[in-house]
DNA sequence: GCATGTCGCGCACGCTGTACCCTAAGGTAG
DNA sequence: CTACCTTAGGGTACAGCGTGCGCGACATGC
């Protein structure tokens, strides 16, 4: 009803009426929670940061998360549900398929990896819990008794959260730095060579890696690691 | 030469002579760190509370120290000391042994698997490369070729940090409530199972352990997964 | 004797998470 | 229409954090 905005005399005094619908929701702050740890790390996060980025005080949030831990386990939970459920088939394909997309989101959240630390895998987000299901289900129908799946999906699982971790980390500390990845591989390096001295086998493979592409390398330990433990958890099954 | 002490002419003005050498070293800082940690668990380690358990100023630490993230990677480093290297024999019994002692050390210093995922796998503590140097070692000496024999470690390394990850975040949830894991696992059990309910496999996994003792039950995981990724890595040397 | 360097201390700054209380805006009941 | 209650958001305040800086006390070399 825009009637009574005649009386009023000045603009100034208008009471502006908003607050249709709340400004804040849950939802919309663990959003702009993951937005922030992208874009700044997990240092960056503060509540007062993340308030204001939504134009809403620090404690206002507390409104809708009791604290800092319950919004990083959200925005945890959050980040699973991009993860795509392929459709069933031959269950390595499969599996394969889940680990990559889960490697993916690790690096491209790399905070994930230290909240994991924090966190376990065995967190009760719907989202963790219904990529679970999922693989239980996917080595259930490969002939996995039910207990032996269970194990077998933590096998996999630890596994992928292991190597990412570390990859994350990198990328992390690099972000950091400010630097390329060029530039800060470069200026480690020899740091790196000259802890390495001592120990024969590890100077031969860091000799072997100069001037190597990371991140493909990085890969394809990732794949091989991957196919082993496939390959070994297939062994049970002939 | 005491003789000078005479000549003070009263107590209060006496110039207390100590420091002989110095009460704070690096090695003590990290020490004590790594025993605060264990006791009372990453959220309370600050410097203060540091300082204060070595009788000194939180900011002396800092002659010692560059800052807190590197107190940090030393206290993760000496953790590494702890493990014992084996004597080499049979390859796959020479790298369970390690991998036990992994998820041994990290289980016993939980804070630990957090820390990892901040700092990554390839971190340059001399006690962290001796250790993968001894397992680059077992994999050549067992016929792998250098560059895969790498890979293999860091699979088999990602899989225990994986896996202790899990456990070690769980043990300090339990530490952190004040309750014994019998207690904390059944105040727990009523959201869990809830949690689970639209997921049958899931559902059922947890009726069949209900009551079952977990610890034992994360031992008989660890060895399995374990286990197959050795499997997995012995069909390469067929 | 003095100069120089090392060790530990205290203060101060800017920042953190969050408990507590206040205000303003609907919604509902009378 | 009024009276009340709930609910969203804001402001203030507190205890604690990491750490830069400058100080005095001491050990050592000339």
Do not use: C
Not at 120 to 127: C, E, I, M, T, V
Not at 202 to 229: C, H, I, K, P
């Amino acid at each position: 009803m825009p009637e009574d905005d005649k009386q009023i005399p000045s603009v100034w005094a208008r009471p502006r009426k908003e607050r249709q619908q709340p400004l804040l929701t849950r939802e919309s702050i663990v959003a702009e929670a993951v937005r922030l740890l992208d874009e700044e790390g997990a240092d960056n996060l503060s509540m007062r940061r993340l308030g204001s980025r939504l134009g809403a005080g620090a404690t206002s949030l507390y409104r809708h998360v009791a604290n800092k831990d319950e919004l990083l386990e959200l925005a945890l939970d959050a980040v699973h549900g991009e993860l795509p459920l392929p459709g069933t088939g031959e269950w390595r394909a499969t599996m394969s398929e889940v680990a990559r997309a889960l490697r993916a989101t690790i690096l491209r959240h790399p905070w994930l990896a230290a909240k994991l630390g924090e966190a376990g895998l065995a967190y009760l987000g719907p989202n963790m819990l219904r990529q679970s299901e999922f693989m239980l289900g996917v080595m259930e129908d490969a002939g996995f008794p039910p207990a032996e799946a269970d194990m077998a999906v933590t096998t996999v699982t630890a596994y992928v959260v292991g190597v990412s971790t570390g990859e994350a980390a990198w990328l992390s500390m690099v972000a950091r730095s400010g630097q390329s990845e060029q530039e800060w591989t470069e200026r480690l390096w020899p740091a790196a060579e000259r802890a390495v001295q001592d120990f024969p086998r590890l100077r031969a493979r860091y000799a072997a890696q100069r001037g190597g592409d990371t991140s493909s390398s990085n890969e394809e330990t990732f794949e091989y690691g991957l196919q082993r433990v496939l390959d070994g958890l297939q062994t049970r099954l002939g």
